[in-house]
């Protein structure tokens, strides 16, 4: 029989938070032997875009890619994008629509600050905050740490930044879901155990939300990541059985900030691929 | 940084994590620790000991350093952290020790001593068993399951619910609410003396009539033709293997025995019955437990009496009488020239066991020591001439 193929789904870049550009990752996951790859930046496609040029040419086989944060009343979730048209109006306009946001809550952030605490910044450092791509509390919190307004970022988060609270102002993951159906792609939900990334989610809580998000349209689960045990593993790629979903591994490199290795997600070629992973890699579209 | 501070050693690197660890400082806690421990490859250390929370942003950064670093246990984990662990099957990846309680057992009063360790009462309900190796978790954890094994199979029992730290040992607590040993019985109320006698030897019986499914408990027979193996070079040859002949051909027998059934293992809590000190469990003959016994009630005062009545707390007259009627009881014969027969065979496994024990304890090295292997060696060997059979 053919050999598995080795894939790494999950991926950040220069785009979003990662330390390598798209093209430094392209020539990394050739180095590494990865086979199949995609570049999930956070609320962005501009590495879809870029690499669908790049990749002409190339043996390694390239997926469009993207990260959404996303939140409603019961919960935050992270949904990747796959395979969709980097194009798509539907999934630039959420792009786009996500960066509004997160502006916006920057601004209103600076604003918190000054009125609440009298807290200022230059209006080079601000400028320099806003030309970032995806700006946030870190970002805000480090500034506020060099300011000498808080001693640690970890107290600039607590004492001052989270005491602005929003209503609304974030994206739901109904309207993601759709988004990236609408361009053509496949919505997966990231490490599912995780949510947004510090939560933990098990047993009859994970199949709730993998209910409800399956009603919204999500078709597939993160099974193999980086960060999940055996046990999790195990649960996850349950749920993807129980409900016919696709199942997805990524490593969620970040480049050189995180210990994160390239490629890690804990699948193993030598082995067996799940059904939902073999069908996702037969139907997702390729570039 | 304050939430983490590493320490490098020539041989082990330590990292101490501190407060909470969440998504907030996660990432610079990894980057921090990616800083410091780039080539290294030394094995790690993670003490938790001063973590009061984790996510499971952090905890991801731990599995991220166990995967770039094959050998490395956390320590000193919390009881809350460690159910996270748990729960998410972290504890499957790595290598966690949980944090452990300290407590004192200065001024508190010893209630019963095994062969592994000895056990206080530390509080009016609670007592702690101190386990004499230092690395005494592995111990701890066979204790606990052979306890359970017993209980389930019907033999009343404390079972351990916690792991402490005693000093530089590890103790395992147990609820023990206002027991008195058999032994404090017998010094404090003489009179009661044939009540123990009748409770001790049904306890025992109890125990003797437990069948044990296979490959549970250890085969004592094994561990005497161990002992039997040791003496080969400090007797005669031709004594030697009709030693090894005797215990070879004693049969299999996959019901339980104690092996350090003694007054000070057996506990009265209430109107209840409770053996304790449970790490000595195995299968076999009951000849085999009537050997140890010996040894506790009579065998080790054989040179010097008070190294039973120190130890059991009552007069070495007492004991003997005791083991004579728990022997009489038990077999239920008042035949003299019987239970003699039978106290001798039990003394051949006996003898064989305080011989190796003294040596190994290096008994050789003292004038006392020598005198007393001298007693028993000489003892051993004129039963030999008047022995064939352990079995009876």
Same mark, same amino acid.
């Given at each position: 029989m053919t050999k598995r193929p080795v894939i790494d789904l999950h991926m950040h870049s220069t785009?979003?938070?990662?330390?390598?550009t798209p093209m430094e990752l392209l020539e990394k996951v050739k180095e590494k032997g990865i086979e199949i790859f995609s570049i999930t930046d956070h609320d962005a496609t501009k590495a879809a875009n870029m690499m669908k040029d790049y990749i002409?040419?190339?043996?390694v086989k390239f997926i469009s890619g993207v990260e959404f944060s996303s939140r409603d009343e019961q919960g935050r979730y992270h949904i990747l994008g796959y395979g969709?048209? /980097?194009?798509g109006k539907s999934i630039n306009d959420m792009v786009e629509h996500s960066h509004e946001l997160r502006m916006q809550k920057v601004h209103a952030r600076i604003d918190f600050l000054k009125d609440e605490f009298g807290f200022t910044f230059s209006q080079e450092d601000l400028y320099k905050l806003l030309a970032k791509d995806n700006p946030g509390k870190p970002h805000i919190a480090k500034m506020m740490v060099a300011y000498g307004y808080a001693p640690t970022k970890e107290v600039a988060i607590e004492q001052? +930044?989270?005491k602005k609270k929003f209503k609304g102002g974030y994206v739901d993951p109904r309207d993601v879901i759709e988004a990236i159906l609408g361009s053509g792609g496949i919505p997966v939900l990231a490490h599912p155990t995780y949510g947004n990334g510090d939560q933990l989610i098990v047993g009859d809580e994970m199949d709730g939300r993998i209910r409800r998000l399956i009603s919204y349209g999500l078709k597939g689960?993160? *099974?193999?990541?980086? *960060?999940?045990t055996l046990k999790i593993q195990k649960e996850i790629l349950g749920f993807a059985a129980q409900y016919g979903l696709y199942v997805t591994a990524g490593s969620d490199y970040h480049g050189k900030n995180k210990m994160v290795i390239l490629g890690?997600?804990? +699948?193993? /070629?030598e082995e067996e691929y799940p059904e939902g992973l073999v069908r996702f890699l037969e139907e997702v579209r390729y570039y | 940084m304050q939430e983490v501070n590493i320490e490098k050693k020539s041989d082990l690197v330590t990292i101490n994590l501190f407060g909470r660890i969440d998504s907030n400082n996660a990432p610079l806690v990894e980057t921090e620790v990616l800083k410091d421990l780039e080539g290294n490859t030394l094995p790690i250390i993670i003490d938790a000991?001063?973590?009061e929370y984790i996510s499971s942003a952090g905890l991801r950064v731990l599995l991220h350093i166990r995967k770039q670093n094959e050998e490395l246990k956390i320590v000193n984990v919390s009881s809350e952290v460690y159910e996270i662990l748990d729960m998410t099957g972290f504890n499957q990846m790595m290598d966690v020790e949980k944090a452990y309680k300290v407590v004192s057992i200065e001024g508190?009063?010893?209630i019963g001593q095994g062969a592994n360790g000895t056990i206080y009462r530390f509080d009016k309900d609670n007592v702690v068993k101190v386990y004499n190796?230092?690395?005494a978790l592995s111990e701890i954890q066979h204790e606990r399951e052979v306890a359970r094994l017993a209980l389930v199979l019907g033999i009343p029992t404390a079972i351990s619910y916690d792991v402490v730290k005693v000093g530089d040992s590890y103790g395992s607590v147990f609820e023990l609410l206002n027991a008195r040993s058999f032994s404090k019985i017998m010094s404090n109320e003489p009179d009661k003396f044939d009540w123990c006698v009748g409770e001790f030897t049904g306890m025992l019986k109890k125990i003797h009539e437990t069948e044990v499914p296979e490959g549970k408990l250890p085969k004592i027979k094994e561990t005497v033709l161990n002992w039997t193996e040791f003496v080969k070079d400090y007797i005669p040859a031709e004594y030697y293997e009709k030693l090894k002949k005797m215990v070879e051909e004693v049969p299999e027998d996959n019901h339980m025995i104690?092996?350090?059934?003694?007054?000070?293992n057996l506990e009265l809590q209430g109107d209840e019955v409770l053996l304790i000190d449970m790490d000595t469990l195995a299968v076999g003959h009951p000849i085999f437990e009537f050997a140890s016994m010996y040894n506790s009630f009579i065998g080790y005062g054989e040179y010097d009496s008070k190294h039973v009545s120190e130890f059991l707390g009552f007069s070495m007259e007492t004991s003997e009488r005791f083991f004579r009627s728990v022997l009489a009881t038990y077999l239920g014969t008042n035949d003299e020239n019987r239970l003699k027969k039978i106290e001798e065979k039990a003394s051949i496994v006996g003898h064989t066991r305080m011989i190796r024990r003294s040596i190994r304890r290096k008994?050789?090295?003292t004038e006392e020591g020598r005198a007393e292997i001298e007693l028993w060696k000489k003892t051993l060997l004129s039963l030999l001439d008047r022995t064939d059979t352990l079995l009876f």
């Open positions: 785009v979003s938070d990662g330390t390598d002409k040419g190339e043996s969709y048209d /980097p194009e001052y +930044l989270n689960l993160e *099974g193999f990541y980086s *960060g999940f890690d997600n804990n +699948l193993d /070629p | 000991s001063g973590l508190c009063e010893v190796n230092a690395d104690h092996g350090d059934y003694h007054t000070k008994g050789l090295e």
